[in-house]
T-cell receptor, first 114, second 109 residues
Framework: GAGVSQSPRYKVAKRGQDVALRCDPI?????LFWYQQALGQGPEFLTY????????KSGLPSDRFFAERPEGSVSTLKIQRTQQEDSAVYLC????????????FGQGTRLTVV | AQRVTQPEKLLSVFKGAPVELKCNYS??????LFWYVQYSRQRLQLLLR??SRESIKGFTADLNKGETSFHLKKPFAQEEDSAMYYC???????????FGRGTSLIVHP
């Protein structure tokens, strides 16, 4: 594809609702990252996949957050029982997984919890 | 733990003025450092990386290991440089980029 694709672009969820955010990385990219970006802040790391293996999930803020990449390509970030503090832009990035290589970002999903 | 600090939230200059966006990092080892840029309504994208020692759109950045800094510089700012700039550090082991909070650069005509 042309680049990293995320869907939906915008999501409004009622407090307590579950949401699923999708990321289609660049074909062949081994590494996939999820970030959370609050208003006026930089991207904060959530989790990292190398192929289908989730190698680092230290940034997930609570056990309500869950990510998967079952076949080593498309990834889904799921947030259960959403709360207002979950409102943010969720960014997905992919890279070839080599040294000094850049991360290619999607447009992000803006989640608003009301 | 690795950390990236961008002390200025906003930098406002006039066209033709020099620009320096500051970035300091903390990392025990040899980090990989990058500058990313986000123009209005566009996605975050790479501007330059320290290993390449390149100049992109007139911007350069020098890694100073003694001061643990990687400041971004441009001698003559242009209006089209107005954007959010993020300094990022990658752990050479995991390649996970850690970002600073960003600096908003506004270049006035």
């Amino acid at each position: 594809g042309a680049g990293v694709s995320q869907s939906p672009r915008y999501k409004v969820a009622k407090r307590g609702q579950d949401v699923a955010l999708r990321c289609d990385p660049i074909s062949g990219h081994v590494s996939l990252f999820w970030y959370q970006q609050a208003l006026g802040q930089g991207p904060e790391f959530l989790t990292y996949f190398q192929n289908e293996a989730q190698l680092d999930k230290s940034g997930l803020p609570s056990d309500r957050f869950f990510a998967e990449r079952p076949e080593g390509s498309v990834s889904t970030l799921k947030i259960q029982r959403t709360q207002q503090e979950d409102s943010a832009v969720y960014l997905c990035a992919s890279s070839s997984g080599q040294r000094n290589t850049e991360a290619f970002f999607g447009q992000g999903t803006r989640l608003t919890v009301v | 733990a690795q950390r990236v600090t961008q002390p200025e939230k906003l930098l406002s200059v006039f066209k033709g003025a020099p620009v320096e966006l500051k970035c300091n990092y903390s990392y025990s080892g040899s980090p990989e450092l990058f500058w990313y840029v986000q123009y209005s309504r566009q996605r975050l994208q790479l501007l330059l990386r320290h290993i390449s020692r390149e100049s992109i759109k007139g911007f350069t950045a020098d890694l100073n290991k003694g001061e643990t800094s990687f400041h971004l510089k441009k001698p003559f700012a242009q209006e089209e440089d107005s954007a959010m700039y993020y300094c990022a550090l990658s752990d050479p082991g995991s390649y996970i980029p850690t970002f600073g909070r960003g600096t908003s650069l506004i270049v006035h005509p």
